[in-house]
């Protein structure tokens, strides 16, 4: 599973729950990219959530 490099967002567990309320395991997966990222002068290959890709929190390379 990937984590977010900048904010560390990763999966979310809990249950999925069927119409007869029979419950299983679920993973909610954070939405998240791998991308090129100016770092110190150069450029370094990461994972980041597409939430930090929109706000501005890196710059891609």
């Known amino acids: 599973m ?14 999925a729950v069927s119409h007869s309320h029979r419950r ?3 993973i909610w997966n954070a939405n998240v990219k ?7 002068g150069g ?5 980041v959530c597409t939430s930090c890709l929109r706000s501005g929190a890196v710059e891609r390379a």
């Open 24 to 26: 299983s395991n679920k």
């Open 43 to 47: 450029s370094k290959k990461m994972y």
């Open 2 to 15: 990937a984590k977010c490099a900048i904010c560390e967002k990763s999966a979310h567990f809990g249950n």
């Open 34 to 40: 791998s991308v090129r990222v100016k770092v110190e």
